[in-house]
């Protein structure tokens, strides 16, 4: 029984998280969804503490895979695990990957509604090395960006002098 596993670790479960969120994730069409996901999520995330990028990137596709089964979608759930994944695809230098996962995590926070989100999703698009061409305007970051000030509002906090400045960066070249 898969609880077992998590009982008998208790108090250690970081280095098993893999294996139990590979249970979990096999046995979720007749098992527990919102385990498999939690369990992957937590793999990942603890992946990440291991810069195992590649894992982690696995690890938020399974929980994303299994969030996808859910009879009821949590978009919230699904915009934060594709942030996630575009952060440990950059870490994996999958860039393209990465944009991609940050695109969709935009346009769900987008609709959602997510201020915070879509800062993050923009900015993980723009990636944490920025590499601009003279005289090519990245049309998708341009829009990303400005959608992310436009739902953060007036505010002044740190993730709007982010998009800002990534922003006035994207225009200046």
């Known amino acids: ?5 998590v009982e008998l ?3 250690h479960l970081e280095p098993h998280l893999s294996e139990l969120a590979n249970h979990f994730f096999v046995s979720a069409l007749g098992g527990d969804l919102d385990k ?4 992957c999520m937590r793999a990942g995330d603890y992946a990440v503490t291991q810069t195992a990028y590649e894992h982690a990137a696995e690890q938020y596709e399974r929980a994303i ?4 089964l859910k009879a009821q979608s949590d978009q ?15 870490g994996s230098a999958a860039f393209d990957k990465a944009r991609e996962a940050c695109l969709q995590a935009g346009k769900i926070a987008e609709t959602i509604r997510a201020p915070a989100e879509l800062a993050r999703a923009a900015l993980g698009f723009a990636g944490p090395y920025p590499v601009f061409e003279a005289g090519i305007v990245d049309e998708v970051l341009v829009g990303l960006l400005e959608k992310a000030l436009e739902l953060l509002g007036e505010s002044d906090d740190t993730a709007t002098a982010k998009v800002m400045a990534r922003l006035a960066a994207a225009l200046a070249f």
Request: charged share 30%.
């Open 1 to 5: 029984h898969l609880d077992d596993g």
């Open 9 to 11: 670790h208790r108090g």
């Open 36 to 39: 498999a996901i939690s369990y």
């Open 65 to 68: 895979e299994a969030l996808g």
């Open 76 to 90: 919230r759930l699904e915009c934060d695990l594709l942030l996630k994944l575009g952060e440990a695809r950059w």
